[in-house]
């Protein structure tokens, strides 16, 4: 059980290039999300999924595009990269662990490093 | 969603309690705590998590006040693979349809020392 792949795990890319970081879940999720990590900065939402058809803006959306292909994949479009945007990027996933707990336990992948020259 | 503060490091003997405080003095009553703990260069990984009881898993136990604003999180026997980064979060109990987006802070770096 791979729980939530990411690729790639190293990019780098020259202002102005453009690339789709890939994100698949195996566990049956409806929920999927985007984070970025920069040092000091804790993780930030980019974007998310509530459930296969949706996509919402989260905390730092600007610069980038999502899109939720199906119930296991969801990208991350960089249109045209910036500095700014070199960072770890990590997607998750998660379900409620039922009704009664009402919890909400996100699965992560192993991350994304983009460097932006 | 209600805030946290966490330090922002602190020092642990290998083999000794590591005990990660939280304050979260504006959660409201629908709101659980949950913890993550993110080791360097991998994804955050989910800890433990709890509404108004102590909780006890076989990673960690959660104390929390019984005014609730604050918590505790216990690594009873720390090892030198608990270093890590230790993120503490509330956020109110899922309701049907509702997003389940987390919002994650600075944490607290818990180094752990041989």
């Known amino acids: 059980n791979a729980g939530v792949t990411q690729t790639p795990k190293f990019q780098v890319l020259k202002t102005g290039q453009s690339m789709t970081l890939q994100c698949a879940q195996d566990?049956?999720?409806?929920?999927m999300y985007w984070y970025r990590q920069d040092p000091g900065m804790g993780l930030r939402l980019i974007y998310y999924?509530?459930?296969?058809?949706?996509?919402d803006k989260g905390e730092v959306p600007n610069g980038y595009n999502v899109s939720r292909l199906n119930k296991r994949e969801f990208s991350l479009r960089l249109e045209s990269a910036a500095p700014s945007q070199t960072s770890v990027y990590f997607c998750?996933?998660?379900?409620?662990?039922?009704?009664?707990?009402?919890?909400?336990?996100?699965?992560f992948g192993a991350g994304s490093r983009l460097t932006v020259l | 969603d209600a805030k946290t503060t966490q330090p922002p490091s602190m020092d642990c003997a290998e083999g000794r309690a590591a005990n990660l405080p939280c304050n979260h003095s504006?959660?409201?009553?629908?709101?659980?705590v949950y913890w993550y703990r993110q080791i360097h260069s991998q994804g955050p990984q989910y800890i433990i998590h709890?509404?108004?009881n102590n909780e006890t898993n076989e990673m960690a136990s959660l104390i929390i006040t019984e005014d609730r604003k604050s918590s505790t999180l216990i690594l009873p026997h720390a090892t030198l693979r608990d270093t890590a980064v230790y993120y503490c979060?509330?956020?109110?109990?899922?309701?049907?349809?509702?997003?389940?987006?987390?919002?994650f802070g600075k944490g607290t770096l818990l180094t752990v020392n041989p």
């Open positions: 709890g509404l108004k």
């Open positions: 566990m049956n999720h409806n929920s």
């Open positions: 504006t959660i409201s009553g629908n709101e659980y």
């Open positions: 999924s509530a459930s296969e058809g949706t996509t």
């Open positions: 998750a996933s998660n379900e409620r662990q039922g009704l009664a707990s009402g919890a909400n336990v996100l699965t």
């Open positions: 979060i509330v956020r109110p109990k899922n309701s049907g349809g509702s997003n389940y987006k987390l919002t």
